[in-house]
C-alpha cells in the first residue's frame, strides 16, 4: 500500500508544536507566526532603507499511512521563476530537535534566518541559501526517512526578504511561488 505524506507547517513554541498540514494549499510568508493562506494583516512592509524579513517559515512531512517499506531520499525545490523585483528567499535544513519558533516584530519584519538566530547554530548542515537555487535538478536535499507513521525528515525553513525597491501590492510580481517536496518509497 502507497504511503500517505503531507506538508506540515510548524509554529509555536518548541514544546507545544502546532503542525498545520498545507498540502495543496499556499501558506503566506508573513510577519506572524502562524500559517495563513489568506490573511494580509501582517504583511511584509517596503522598508525605506534595509530589507524587512519574513518570519522563518518551517516545514516538514509527516507520514500518515505508512510505506511498505521505506521512504528516502528527501529532496525540495523552487519553481522556475522567483517573487520578482526587491524580494528573494533563503532556504536551509534543521534537524527537529533544533526547532525554533519563528519571531521578529509582527507586521514589520522577522529576525533574519541565520545560525546566530535560529538555535544557537543548529542550521547545519547547510546555511541558507537563495531559494531559487534549488531546481528540479539541483534539489536540497533533505536529510531524513522513515518506516512508520509521523512527522519525518529534516525541517525545511525558509525566509522571505523584500527590499525598497519590491513592488507593492498583496503578491509580488514573480509571486506566487510553488515549492516541491519529492522523495523515494518502497
Not at 153 to 166: D, L, P
Request: hydrophobic share 35%; net charge negative.
Amino acid at each position: 500500500m502507497a504511503a500517505t505524506v503531507t506538508i506540515n507547517r510548524l509554529t509555536g513554541p518548541a514544546g507545544t508544536i502546532v503542525e498545520t498540514p498545507i498540502t495543496g494549499l499556499n501558506t503566506r510568508a508573513n510577519t506572524a507566526d502562524a500559517h495563513s493562506a489568506t490573511d494580509t494583516a501582517s504583511p511584509i512592509e517596503i522598508p525605506t532603507g534595509a530589507d524587512n524579513y519574513s518570519y522563518w517559515v518551517n516545514t516538514q512531512l509527516d507520514c500518515t499511512v505508512a510505506p511498505d517499506i521505506l521512504i528516502n531520499n528527501i529532496e525540495w525545490y523552487a519553481d522556475t521563476d522567483n517573487f520578482g523585483t526587491g524580494v528573494s528567499s533563503k532556504t536551509t535544513t534543521v534537524p527537529r530537535a533544533g526547532y525554533t519558533i519563528a519571531s521578529g516584530t509582527t507586521g514589520v519584519t522577522g529576525i533574519v534566518l541565520s545560525d546566530a538566530n535560529y538555535s544557537g547554530g543548529s542550521l547545519a548542515p547547510t546555511v541558507p541559501l537563495d531559494s531559487f537555487t534549488y531546481t528540479t535538478g539541483s534539489p536540497l536535499a533533505v536529510p531524513g526517512s522513515t518506516a512508520a507513521t509521523g512527522a519525518f525528515g529534516s525541517i525545511v525553513v525558509y525566509q522571505v526578504a523584500v527590499a525598497s525597491t519590491a513592488d507593492p501590492g498583496v503578491e509580488p510580481t514573480g509571486g506566487p511561488e510553488t515549492w516541491t517536496w519529492r522523495y523515494d518509497e518502497t
